[in-house]
């Protein structure tokens, strides 16, 4: 006797069927009458129903309308034509959710032969990696927009300011420079909101109860949703806090508020919440970007018109809107992601059209306290020093120049970091402080400052951009908001962070070699 045979034959009899259900994909035989012959546990399950439901059954009786799809014309090619294959299928169940499965279909002696693997998963966080890439890339384009934009409203807002200083309260021109002003200042408020999108605004982060910060905005949101929308807050007591600049914090709960607002013409009802919650591996799983742990959870849910998954797709993008033109800038929820996603947190939208929408926000608890930083403010804007001034740009560098030359510096004017080293390395003079933007080519802003500090010991440093650059504050150049000041430039705030720099000895920024960027 074969005994391989006869243990194959005592595997077919008694454990087969356990084998096949044990199977992770989805098994299925359909003869050539369309019948299920065959269904293992994991194709139930797939299918949420039991084996029983479909064996004896043909495919249209189970699945009304199913011989008028793709699927069972790739079946009807392989059980007439033996043309074998893959694909992927969304089965759509009857609440109306889906999941989608990986599907081979191979001939057999009854018929065909599915084997189904579900996917949703995996395509889920395909989904979310690509989003992720695009929105990267768009915050890169927009980051650089605003820097170009910011330099050019340096000339436009200080040159403004110069004019009406110099002329007459009378002077019929000072209507006009007024006029540019604002617009300039209007231009300035969309650059700061490309920046805040793409995460390169600089803020002030310190240790907050979420809880105080919601209770404050939402005296200003009783005022702004109407009498139409009830305003509903549940905060969990004691929260761990959380490390995040409180005023972006408050604009981003205002942007989801109004953008609620929006979505409820006919009134309705917004609900915030807070919780601590505990992300574990499951949902890290599932969710691109997030860490496990405690997290502070903020909820804004509404109960308006919903959004598709289409408009879901690109609700974050800055630009982006379903309002009709001249009725919002798009830039609101970009704004909200980029606060969100700079402070370490994660954003989730839940929506179906016509059921509401709900925004989830998870900050990551503080594990340890900030040392605060506390900004002095200059009871003059003036002074004699000498401020070493180096900037790529020669609009810009001219107009900082000028405001520094009529607030009484003495300004040594460098075109390029080389230059600077130079005027550093050579000027017989004391230099007071080096006032340079951060990207410029060859040479950096952080690897000027050190080298200038090699030469200059105690010089005192002020780094100015229209964006900031993440490894820069990553690496914690930027230790105090007084060290920096982001562009565009005006007169007096500039002279303002100028003087202060001056008169902080504390701000003279430690820069090391290792951190110095490549």
Same mark, same amino acid.
């Given at each position: 006797?074969?005994?391989?045979? !006869? ?20 098994? *299925? ?6 019948? +299920? ?16 439901? =479909? ?12 011989? *008028? ?23 759509? +169940?009857?609440?109306?959710? @889906? ?17 189904? &693997?579900?996917?949703?998963? !995996? ?12 929105? !990267?890339? &768009? ?16 000339? &436009?807002? @200080? ?15 000072? %209507? ?24 390169? *605004? ?46 972006? &914090? ?47 959870? =903020?909820?804004? @849910? ?39 996603? %700079? ?49 790529? %740009? ?9 405001? =520094? ?16 080293? +130079? ?18 080519? *060859? ?33 914690? =150049?930027?230790? @105090?908001?007084?060290? +920096? ?34």
């Amino acid at each position: 006797m074969d005994h391989g045979l !006869e243990s194959a034959s005592a595997l077919q009899a008694g454990e087969l069927a356990g084998v096949l259900d044990a199977m992770r994909e989805g098994l *299925q035989v359909i003869d050539r009458a369309w019948r +299920y012959v065959y269904v293992n546990a994991a194709a139930a399950r797939h299918g949420r129903v039991t084996p029983g439901d =479909l064996v004896g059954r043909t495919m249209m009786e189970c699945y009304p309308g199913i011989d *008028q799809t793709p699927l069972f014309e790739a079946l009807r090619d392989c059980m007439e034509r033996g043309i074998e294959g893959a694909l992927e299928n969304e089965f759509r +169940y009857p609440d109306g959710t @889906s999941r989608i499965f990986q599907l081979r279909i191979q001939t057999c002696s009854a018929g065909v032969v599915v084997l189904s &693997i579900d996917v949703t998963d !995996e395509r889920k966080l395909e989904t979310q990696f690509r989003h992720a890439q695009k929105m !990267e890339a &768009i915050g890169r384009l927009a980051g650089s927009v605003a820097h170009d934009f910011n330099n050019l409203l340096s000339v &436009i807002l @200080s040159y403004s300011v110069l004019l009406l200083e110099d002329l007459e309260p009378t002077s019929p021109m000072c %209507q006009d420079l007024e006029a540019i002003k604002r617009a300039g200042e209007r231009a300035a408020d969309l650059t700061r909101q490309l920046l805040a999108f793409s995460r390169q *605004q600089v803020l002030a982060p310190r240790l907050v109860d979420l809880n105080d910060v919601i209770r404050e905005s939402n005296r200003m949101l009783r005022r702004l949703l109407g009498e139409d929308v009830e305003l509903i807050s549940h905060l969990e007591p004691g929260l761990p806090k959380v490390k995040v600049d409180p005023g972006q &914090i408050d604009q981003v709960v205002m942007n989801l508020a109004l953008n609620a607002r929006d979505a409820m013409p006919q009134g309705g009802k917004l609900t915030i919440e807070t919780k601590l919650v505990e992300l574990e591996e499951g949902y890290v799983g599932m969710h691109l970007g997030v860490s496990p742990g405690a997290h502070v959870m =903020l909820a804004v @849910s509404d109960t308006g018109q919903g959004m598709s998954q289409e408009v879901q797709s690109r609700l974050f993008e800055p630009f982006f809107t379903t309002k009709p033109v001249g009725k919002g800038t798009g830039l609101g929820l970009s704004t909200v992601f980029g606060i969100v996603k %700079q402070s370490g947190g994660n954003i989730w939208v839940y929506s179906e059209p016509g059921m509401g929408t709900t925004f989830k926000i998870y900050l990551p608890r503080a594990d340890k306290a900030l040392v605060p930083h506390l900004e002095l403010v200059p009871k003059a804007l003036s002074g004699t020093e000498t401020i070493l001034l180096t900037e790529d %740009q020669e609009a810009v560098r001219d107009v900082a120049r000028q405001i =520094l030359g009529r607030f009484g510096y003495h300004v040594l004017v460098a075109t390029d970091a080389k230059h600077a080293l +130079y005027l550093a390395e050579h000027h017989p003079e004391a230099i007071d402080l080096l006032v340079t933007d951060v990207v410029m080519p *060859q040479m950096n802003g952080r690897e000027l400052a050190q080298r200038v500090g090699a030469a200059r010991p105690g010089i005192k440093v002020l780094f100015m951009s229209g964006y900031t650059d993440n490894s820069i504050v990553e690496h914690a =150049l930027l230790e @105090s908001p007084m060290a +920096y000041i982001q562009k565009p430039l005006v007169p007096e705030a500039f002279a303002q962070k100028v003087r202060a720099t001056l008169d902080a000895p504390s701000l003279v920024p430690e820069v090391s070699s290792e951190a110095a960027i490549a």
